[in-house]
């Protein structure tokens, strides 16, 4: 079959493993609307010196660019070299992801204080145990006092971890002695969360810091301060405030739209808006408003992961991933796309003008021209949410029904793996998951992370590479857009157990939990750092000789940069499968790719294809399970050939 179809455009079953994505792409094309792949479609060939990073826009000498194999230059005009370039450049690329997670826990963290001092509509501490057991653990007086003292100075202990005044991060405490001191000999015990991130973009200014190595551990810093800092922020209070997630069921893909409702999607990355506006479509009166204008309800769904959020706390069905945002809306049946921030694309708001959608920004900070923006205020959080929810009903009238189409029915999926929740459903503690791993039923647990990217086809890296790691008895965790992926292949139910390998497949069903946890979103990966190191604790080890892996088999953000980055820094190797803008720098290659090994006991690698990948990950889980003592097979015979041999001859 020919990768083009009759309009010279590449078949959508090339861009997506989806139906509901393949459809609306070829809706795409009938009506002429531009996505996402005909935009990189049109970029392509994409720059190789800035693929390389090898470009440097960081003064206005240059620009300048390296020509790292023939004869052009090999310094920029200050006279850097690949090496600086590509660091200063990763360097940056961390700072902006680790920032973003950051800010959005800083913004958490605001309206938190606020709700303490009684000053919010619309929110409340939801999840008290949680905020004295969290206070006490930052060394908060508790007994005795009330909740809204004691959320006030946990308010202030986390405003303290984002300045300069400290010398290690409130969380750090969390992480095994092993690790700590590593940190520490390296000097890269993240200290201030802000702090970390400015001091990057300090050294990163021409003529500050010019040893590529020294760059490159003050990223692992940065990252750090995003992982054991701002993410973790945001989720402890999210926890908090919108509750502990527990296992939950609910559904995924284009098909959680009604036909017959008001259908509002929520994207973007922070629970604060999404979460009061769940609650406005409950409203009565918007509801009979609705019933007006002919519709039989409201019905929220989510995006990306604001809808993670929402579906592991609420049950809110997820319509869908990164690459599903401008495809959406044509199916005709979206009357408002509501937005935060993070991973919005700025085409969302053209795509609208085809249909009925309004577009709502929300966030002073992200703005979308195009869009109608209705500024997000805490302190009047459930007025502000019932307007929002009011504008997209009134938008139902200008519906076209002959437009609508909703392409497959949902799939449901089972979401809500807080590590209190795994922890719960292991009795308290983390010691039958010891020794399931001790005794070889379960080989090792793999983080599968991050986003849609499409110069992948959609959700293939993540489907597939799940699919090899839990045929393989491999515990697989996933967060943000590849769980909205996992969900959308069936491979999060609890009866999904029978996808895994015999010895998974039997821990899963005597817990009744599918070989596929979701753990929330991206700021959720902290979630993953926190089992982590209770695992490392229990057995008294460091986290690097523990049989776990990361993978990103469709990253696309700086903030999955970022992830990687402090996930690899608290010793956990990683596979990525789009290859970072690198390559341009032998030099940095080999630590990212061998040299950390020596300092964090862990690295990086890069591979395309999910199934290599995932022989890339088995081979290093049972190394580790060597170096541990317990039974192991012997990583050299693990190979693309036995691949699947687990489930030889299973029909
Ligand atoms: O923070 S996985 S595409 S939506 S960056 Fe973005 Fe990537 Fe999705 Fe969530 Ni995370
Ligand atoms: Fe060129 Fe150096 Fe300026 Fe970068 S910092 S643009 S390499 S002169």
Request: charge should be negative; include cysteine.
């Amino acid at each position: 079959m020919s990768v083009y179809n009759s309009n010279g455009r590449r078949q959508p079953n090339r861009l997506s493993i989806n139906k509901d994505a393949q459809t609306m792409i070829n809706v795409a094309y009938d009506e002429g609307i531009e996505t996402v792949w005909d935009r990189l479609a049109a970029q392509e060939p994409q720059c190789g010196y800035c693929s390389l990073g090898v470009s440097c826009r960081n003064c206005v000498m240059g620009p300048c660019r390296i020509d790292p194999f023939g004869e052009g230059p090999k310094r920029g005009v200050c006279g850097a070299d690949a090496d600086v370039i590509v660091a200063r450049n990763l360097g940056r690329s961390l700072a902006a992801g680790s920032s973003a997670h950051s800010d959005h826990g800083r913004d958490i963290l605001e309206v938190f204080q606020e709700t303490a001092r009684g000053k919010t509509t619309g929110y409340r501490i939801t999840d008290e145990s949680k905020l004295r057991a969290l206070a006490a653990e930052l060394g908060i007086t508790t007994e005795g006092r009330s909740t809204s003292d004691v959320a006030a100075d946990l308010a202030d202990a986390l405003f303290d971890d984002y300045g300069s005044r400290k010398d290690r991060l409130s969380f750090v405490e969390r992480v095994p002695a092993q690790r700590r001191q590593r940190w520490e000999e390296l000097g890269i015990v993240p200290r201030g969360i802000d702090r970390e991130n400015v001091e990057m973009l300090h050294r990163t200014h021409m003529g500050v810091d010019n040893d590529y190595v020294n760059l490159l551990l003050h990223g692992l810093r940065t990252s750090l301060s995003d992982g054991w800092g701002g993410s973790m922020v945001a989720t402890e209070l999210s926890d908090i405030m919108f509750g502990t997630p527990a296992p939950i069921m609910s559904q995924v893909n284009l098909g959680v739209l009604q036909v017959d409702k008001v259908n509002i999607a929520m994207h973007g990355h922070n629970p604060l808006l999404s979460d009061v506006v769940v609650a406005a479509a409950e409203d009565p009166e918007l509801v009979s408003l609705a019933r007006s204008y002919g519709a039989n309800g409201i019905n929220i769904v989510g995006l990306c992961c604001t809808g993670n959020e929402l579906m592991m706390r609420r049950g809110v069905p997820i319509a869908g991933n990164h690459l599903m945002q401008e495809l959406i809306m044509m199916t005709g049946a979206l009357e408002a796309m509501v937005v935060d921030y993070q991973c919005i694309m700025p085409s969302v708001t053209d795509v609208a003008k085809c249909y009925h959608t309004k577009v709502i920004s929300t966030a002073d900070k992200a703005k979308f021209p195009g869009a109608t923006h209705v500024s997000f205020d805490p302190h009047n959080g459930s007025e502000i949410a019932k307007n929002i929810v009011r504008m997209a009903v009134e938008a139902f009238p200008n519906r076209n029904p002959e437009r609508v189409m909703i392409p497959v029915e949902p799939v449901r999926m089972m979401a809500g793996f807080s590590v209190e929740a795994i922890l719960g459903a292991l009795g308290g503690t983390p010691q039958p998951l010891v020794d399931a791993i001790a005794s070889g039923a379960i080989r090792g647990a793999v983080g599968i992370v991050g986003c849609n990217n499409p110069k992948i086809p959609q959700d293939y890296g993540h489907v597939e590479l799940t699919r090899q790691l839990i045929e393989n008895d491999i515990l697989v965790l996933v967060t943000g857009c590849a769980a909205v992926a996992n969900g959308k292949a069936a491979q999060m139910l609890p009866e999904s157990a029978s996808l895994a390998g015999p010895g998974l497949r039997s821990v899963c069903e005597a817990l009744s939990i599918p070989p596929v946890l979701h753990m929330g979103s991206c700021v959720d990966n902290s979630r993953i750092l926190v089992l982590a190191g209770a695992l490392a604790k229990a057995l008294g080890v460091d986290v690097s000789q523990l049989p776990l892996a990361g993978a990103a088999p469709e990253w696309y953000s700086e903030k999955a940069a970022a992830i990687g980055a402090y996930v690899v820094s608290t010793g956990i190797t990683t596979v990525l499968g789009v290859q970072p803008p690198v390559f341009g720098s032998p030099n940095v290659v080999k630590v990212l790719t061998e040299g950390l090994q020596e300092v964090v006991g862990a690295t990086f690698a890069v591979e395309s294809d999910p199934r290599k990948a995932a022989v890339i990950i088995r081979r290093h889980i049972e190394a580790k399970r060597r170096d541990l003592g317990i039974p192991f097979i012997n990583p050299e015979t693990i190979s693309m050939e036995s691949t699947n041999s687990v489930l030889a001859g299973r029909s």
